[in-house]
């Protein structure tokens, strides 16, 4: 079956720092790729998406590319804030025809703390 | 996401006790969805649905049950709670087309003691 998986955690960054989370999927097809955050206390709200190999989603800072060759989709940020602190899912969608069409497959989530 | 409201927020209770879940949704989306989350453990689909008359099993439906009672409302239930079924409960929703992204609420969590 399709399965996410994601960088052990915690992640524990300076402000300013560089961010990068891997995320790595195993999958039929072509699926949609997604991330996610999660605020203390909210639930998941999407950060950004990629439908198609080659895409960057991009949205407050991050960015990530959909590389169908390394079945990779790494979370990135350039210069993280104490605002970013929350945990990050990465999920994917099959598309029509996969074996989990309609539903998300999360990764076990990354949980990131930015310290002044 | 205020468009996603689910009920109780927080809740706390005995083992063996049946306790029902409320989500409704202002969206107008056809797909909803209920998943628990535990840590380490990211988010695990339970039940999906995908229109009114559409019930499926998700990855972990064993001791839950859902009915959805209309396009906006769709309610999970623990028919006799145990204490691993302790977690965090997300409803979510989403739109019938491709690649589109869920919706989710704020949560309930739910205690069983």
């Known amino acids: 079956g399709d399965s996410v998986t994601q960088m052990e955690g915690p992640v524990t960054l300076s402000e300013e720092a560089c961010l990068t989370i891997n995320c790595t999927y195993t999958a039929t097809g072509y699926p949609s790729l997604f991330w996610y955050v999660q605020y203390p206390g909210e639930g998941l709200q999407l950060l950004l998406k990629a439908t198609k190999a080659d895409d960057k989603g991009s949205n407050k800072g991050f960015e990530a590319t959909y590389r169908k060759e390394t079945t990779s989709f790494h979370l990135e940020k350039g210069s993280v804030q104490v605002s970013d602190s929350a945990v990050y899912f990465c999920?994917?969608?099959?598309?029509?025809?996969?074996?989990?069409?309609?539903?998300?497959?999360f990764g076990q989530g990354t949980i990131l703390t930015v310290h002044p | 996401d205020a468009d996603v409201t689910q009920t109780p927020r927080n809740r706390i209770t005995k083992t063996g006790k049946r306790i029902m879940l409320e989500c409704s949704q202002t969206?107008?989306?056809?797909?909803m969805y209920w998943y628990r989350q535990d840590p380490g453990l990211g988010l695990r689909l339970i039940y999906y649905s995908f229109d009114v008359k559409d019930i499926n099993k998700g990855e972990i439906s064993d001791g839950y049950s859902v009915s959805r009672q209309a396009q906006a409302k769709f309610s999970l239930s623990l028919e006799s709670a145990i204490p691993n079924q302790t977690a965090l409960y997300f409803c979510?929703?989403?739109?019938?087309?491709?690649?589109?992204?869920?919706?989710f609420g704020d949560g309930t969590r739910l205690s069983i003691l």
């Open positions: 999920a994917l969608s099959a598309n029509a025809g996969g074996t989990s069409y309609g539903k998300l497959t």
């Open positions: 979510a929703t989403s739109d019938f087309q491709e690649n589109q992204p869920q919706h």
């Open positions: 969206k107008g989306h056809d797909r």
